[in-house]
């Protein structure tokens, strides 16, 4: 006897075009969540040259729309059709009264659609609802999972619709090319009464540069006019027209979840999946945590933000340990909180306080410290360390040379081997990294006011770690306005040395004691 056919309880719809790897995953992640749960995978696809419809046409479980939207055809070029029109078509196809809609480039955490299947059922014995938004973030250009606002009203990026209030909208108006097409079908909803309400539980995880030259070819004078008829035909009806040259400049904004790493959150899917997206090895890549600290430096903060957001490295954490800053530096971070993973601003009772404090924060397999104003030499720059940190043993502490940057100019330092510790300090500390392990267990020792760093080296390497220098240039240390280092400095640093060296061979090497004898002889006079 045949099984009668069931309804599903949901429909994902996806849009793909030669993303065949990742959509591959994309609907890998699905299926282990939805196991349990009677659901229908239908893929609009424009036309893949990439092995993505040979590999769709065998899956048994997925419902294929092939609408080739690029190419020739008899001789003719063939007319591209917009976003909504491909959606149109996923979305009629649906037979389920909750509707997915997701995308090729996006990855859902473990309970996303769940937990939203949840929310929308919920929320339906309480109001007219229309849509379930997820929360999503476009990794690795913003740090925080959010919502989507555009004229001051939420609206669905990937998330839940109710299959009712599609149908009585009209679905997507096809005149949108690509963006704001989104908006403008739940403002529709708005407009009939529906409701849209997010779903704290639910996020995904958007590799925003995975394809650039496919989002590149969605970004031209056609995004500028979707963008002005979205806000002519909305004035008057989702916002006010006083509020129109507002929206003239900043049509949309993110709406930030309220907890930096939510539920279901999970640092190695996001791992494993950038580095799918991007071709990277998981085995070799690695977690860098970078903690800077600042006090009354915004000028410096926004300098080492701008170098920040300019590596090409995209597993990075930065946490940003303001000490109480009175020059608009808390309110310049909140701005920019998409960019940075943890911020505090409080006081404390020194830099190395601050920078076990960020220690604490962070969870990548190595990190390094990069005070407010300084930089990394370039774009490559983590790129580059990563590779070779990949290379050697995991409790290795890795290190290179620095750019110090004083009254407008700039001087290489090579960094020292390490036989050259009881002498002085080998390495800047913003040309090093730290595996998570090490520093978490020595920390810096913040009585030392600003010797802690050679405290650190020392006690180290004195444990039995081991140091890998590598001759490249990591950090551009900005050394003015560091203030002078005066005796108790020296002390602090002979003090290292006395009681962990030799004291003879801390007499005869140590550049501290020269420094500290030329000091005294000076003051003699």
């Not at 006897?1 to 959509?23: A, D, F, W």
């Not at 001051?152 to 998330?159: C, D, E, R, S």
């Not at 802690?452 to 006690?459: E, K, M, N, S």
Request: with cysteine; net charge negative; proline share 3%.
């Amino acid at each position: 006897m045949s099984s009668v056919y069931t309804k599903p309880e949901i429909s994902i719809v996806i849009g793909s075009y030669n993303r065949s790897q990742m959509l591959q995953k994309c609907i890998d992640l699905i299926r282990r969540e939805l196991a349990s749960v009677n659901h229908e995978i239908i893929v609009v696809d424009g036309g893949s040259s990439d092995g993505a419809l040979e590999w769709l046409v065998q899956q048994k479980d997925i419902v294929t729309i092939v609408q080739h939207n690029r190419g020739e055809w008899l001789g003719k070029k063939i007319e591209r059709k917009p976003w909504a029109y491909f959606m149109n078509l996923a979305l009629k196809s649906a037979s389920a009264q909750k509707v997915c809609m997701l995308s090729d480039d996006s990855f859902i955490f473990p309970g996303a659609i769940l937990n939203g299947m949840k929310k929308f059922d919920e929320e339906s014995q309480r109001v007219k609802l229309g849509a379930v938004p997820f929360y999503f973030r476009d990794f690795p250009v913003r740090k925080r999972f959010s919502t989507a606002i555009n004229l001051g009203k939420l609206y669905l990026n990937h998330g839940i619709y109710n299959k009712d209030a599609l149908e009585e909208v009209g679905y997507i108006d096809e005149d949108y090319y690509f963006y704001f097409a989104d908006t403008d079908l739940v403002f529709k909803m708005y407009q009939k009464g529906f409701h849209c309400i997010a779903s704290e539980k639910s996020l995904v995880e958007h590799i925003f540069e995975a394809t650039p030259e496919i989002r590149a070819s969605n970004n031209d004078e056609k995004k500028i006019r979707d963008r002005q008829k979205l806000i002519d035909k909305w004035c008057g009806i989702i916002y006010e027209e006083k509020d129109r040259e507002h929206y003239e400049k900043f049509v949309g904004r993110w709406n930030p979840h309220p907890e930096m790493h939510p539920c279901g959150y999970d640092y190695a899917l996001t791992k494993e999946l950038t580095c799918f997206s991007l071709g990277l090895s998981v085995e070799q890549s690695k977690w860098i945590s970078i903690v800077t600290v600042s006090h009354n430096n915004k000028a410096g903060l926004i300098r080492t933000l701008n170098s920040i957001r300019k590596l090409n490295y995209p597993l990075i954490q930065w946490i940003v340990i303001d000490r109480a800053s009175t020059d608009g530096t808390p309110e310049y971070l909140s701005r920019v909180k998409d960019y940075i993973d943890v911020h505090v601003s409080e006081s404390d009772e020194g830099s190395y306080y601050s920078m076990n404090k960020g220690l604490g924060y962070a969870y990548g397999d190595y990190v390094m410290f990069l005070n407010a104003g300084d930089e990394f030499y370039d774009e490559n720059t983590l790129s580059t360390a990563v590779e070779k940190i990949s290379q050697i043993g995991k409790d290795t502490i890795f290190y290179g040379d620095h750019i110090e940057a004083s009254g407008g100019a700039e001087r290489y330092v090579e960094a020292l081997p390490l036989e050259d510790l009881a002498r002085k300090m080998p390495y800047k500390q913003q040309a090093a990294f730290f595996p998570k392990s090490a520093i978490e267990k020595f920390k810096y020792q913040p009585q030392y006011k600003v010797a802690a760093d050679y405290d650190l080296c020392v006690r180290l390497f004195k444990a039995g770690y081991e140091f890998k220098y590598a001759n490249f240039p990591v950090a551009k240390v900005f050394e003015d306005n560091k203030g002078v280092l005066g005796i108790s400095h020296t002390l602090d640093l002979l003090k290292i040395q006395f009681d962990n060296f030799d004291e003879k061979q801390v007499l005869e090497s140590s550049v501290y004691y020269r420094n500290f004898l030329n000091d005294m002889n000076k003051r003699d006079r």
